[in-house]
């Protein structure tokens, strides 16, 4: 299960820390809601992206622990989007560029690009209920590329990574079920260490874009003690 925490640093300066990065501490377990530290529970690599320049690289996640129900949670930056390659803001920019018809650049390939622009589209009603029930005022919208545009905008505006942490909570109240909103897309994900929690079991993996796939298998969960 994904914590999702700001480190306030670029992607490339937290893969240089690597370990030595500024990792939270966390007194209270978000599963069982336990008070008392979080200890730490090793590391595993995964791949990102990152935007704009096509480079991927391997970077370094800090795994916690509670220790009264055993639960273990992935301190994830928040650049990234659970079980997916892309950075989140390179996919922002993908929709934002397919959707003006600006897209020149081949950062995520045609096939992908086209399904995160399909699925986009079919979260509009949600992302519309999710502003509106955040007190925005919607007024009337033209046709569906131009509420496309208009609710990307104001994703861009409300913050891309705190719009992820803050439509879980959304999420939970909406009807849709699960499997409706995560990509399927790359080959099946399975992570090495058997305690990575599963996608039917993730909140954050419903986040409102409907960005939240699996990545290729080179993505690994190579786990260090």
């Known amino acids: 299960m994904p914590i999702f925490y700001d480190f306030k640093i670029s992607i490339s300066t937290y893969k240089e820390r690597g370990k030595?990065?500024?990792?939270?501490?966390?007194?209270?377990?978000?599963?069982?809601?336990?008070?008392?530290?979080?200890?730490?529970?090793?590391?595993?690599?995964?791949?990102?992206?990152?935007?704009?320049t096509k480079e991927e690289v391997r970077i370094a996640i800090c795994r916690v622990k509670c220790s009264?129900?055993?639960?273990?949670?992935?301190?994830?930056?928040?650049?990234?989007i659970p079980?997916?390659?892309?950075?989140?803001?390179?996919?922002?920019?993908?929709?934002?560029?397919?959707?003006?018809?600006?897209?020149e650049e081949k950062e995520i390939s045609r096939?992908?690009?086209?399904?995160?622009?399909?699925?986009?589209?079919?979260?509009?009603?949600?992302?519309?209920?999710?502003?509106?029930d955040m007190g925005h005022v919607m007024g009337v919208m033209g046709d569906k590329k131009e509420r496309a545009i208009k609710y990307l905008k104001m994703i861009r505006d409300f913050g891309e990574s705190t719009f992820l942490q803050r439509s879980k909570g959304h999420l939970s109240t909406y009807s849709w079920q699960i499997n409706s909103t995560i990509f399927r897309s790359g080959k099946k994900y399975r992570p090495s260490h058997k305690t990575f929690a599963s996608p039917n079991k993730i909140l954050e993996s419903r986040i409102a874009i409907g960005m939240a796939g699996r990545p290729s298998e080179k993505e690994g969960g190579t786990f260090h003690e």
Request: glycine share 6%; proline share 3%.
């Open 83 to 103: 079980r997916y390659q892309h950075s989140l803001s390179s996919v922002i920019t993908n929709l934002k560029e397919r959707l003006e018809g600006l897209r």
């Open 68 to 80: 009264k129900c055993k639960k273990a949670f992935s301190v994830l930056p928040d650049f990234v």
């Open 111 to 132: 096939q992908l690009s086209a399904f995160h622009l399909k699925r986009f589209m079919r979260q509009l009603n949600w992302i519309h209920s999710f502003f509106a």
């Open 20 to 52: 030595e990065n500024d990792f939270p501490v966390i007194h209270e377990c978000p599963d069982c809601g336990a008070k008392g530290l979080l200890h730490r529970h090793g590391f595993f690599e995964r791949n990102v992206i990152i935007s704009g």
